[in-house]
């Protein structure tokens, strides 16, 4: 599944898309079913953090980080900064009462929905949108650790607002997933070795198999590089040395989506 473009999602069986403000007026749009949600932003660039969110301060706990906090989770390149579940075997929660609880978190309740909480320190949460998939056939938990693993493979970190993997045995957090939720894997290009960049192309795919990563966006590959002191980056335009690599055809397993990104596939 590739987390990068909504169109995407929709065709992976994501339904709603409605804006917070919208839900904090009625919910009753949402399914009373178990399954899997996802808050996205649909807004280009990094937002507008604040430092008190409106967030509840459930059991007198303060929802809110500082800053710094918010700016290092925060994830280029994807509208989705969040990813959960509702229900189960052992939780009689539906879509509809566990979005509910969270948009009542995020208008100062106080409810039992710290997870995801960053989101209420976004200067412009109410015009987050939320969609979701029913899940009947397989606990919700299954589906919502997958999709985390499948979104830390293509960007190296998990989603804004998902602080951890959750606790499941079943499934190892490295494991690579090729299933209904994955996309199927584009024809790569053939191993380049071209001197100039054979140190960059050997770290990449290196680094993508130590991870065990299927692939990787183009501005988490550039941090990786510029962290190792293989590719120096651009301060004012992060991603762009990489970039330039990328559009005259020199990086192994390069793949440039239809939204225009760039992503770089595990070819060894």
């Known amino acids: 599944m590739i987390f990068s473009d909504t169109a995407t999602i929709k065709r992976q069986g ?9 839900l904090k007026r009625d919910v009753s749009v949402i399914p009373n079913e178990t399954g899997v949600y996802l808050v996205l932003n649909m807004k280009l ?19 809110n980080v500082p800053i710094a906090i918010l700016e290092e989770n925060w994830v280029e390149d994807s509208p989705v900064i969040y990813i959960g579940k509702a229900g189960g075997n052992s939780n009689n929660a539906t879509l509809r009462s566990r979005i509910n ?10 409810v039992g929905h710290r997870g995801g909480r960053y989101i209420w320190q976004l200067k412009d949460a109410n015009d987050l949108k939320v969609c979701w998939r029913v899940i009947k056939n397989i606990e919700p938990e299954e589906k919502e650790f997958e999709l985390l693993t499948l979104f830390r493979q293509q960007f190296g970190k998990l989603p804004f607002a998902n602080l951890k993997l959750p606790n499941s045995g079943k ?29 960059i192309n ?20 550039a941090k990786w590089l510029n962290r190792e002191g293989l590719l120096k980056d651009s301060e004012s335009r992060p991603g762009k040395p990489l970039r330039d690599l990328l559009r005259a055809g020199k990086i192994d397993g ?8 760039w992503y770089i596939y595990r070819i060894k």
């Open 14 to 22: 994501f339904e709603g898309f409605i804006p917070i403000r919208e």
């Open 45 to 63: 660039g990094k937002p507008e953090f604040i430092r008190k969110g409106t967030g509840g301060f459930f059991k007198n706990k303060d929802p």
């Open 101 to 110: 609880q969270y948009v009542r978190f995020g208008q100062g309740y106080q």
């Open 171 to 199: 499934r190892n957090p490295k494991e690579t997933y090729e299933n209904e939720w994955s996309d199927n894997l584009p024809k790569l290009r053939p191993m380049n070795r071209n001197n100039s960049v054979n140190a």
């Open 202 to 221: 050997n770290f990449i795919q290196q680094e993508l198999k130590r991870r065990n990563f299927s692939y990787v966006s183009a501005v988490e590959a």
């Open 254 to 261: 390069q793949k440039q989506q239809s939204n225009r990104r």
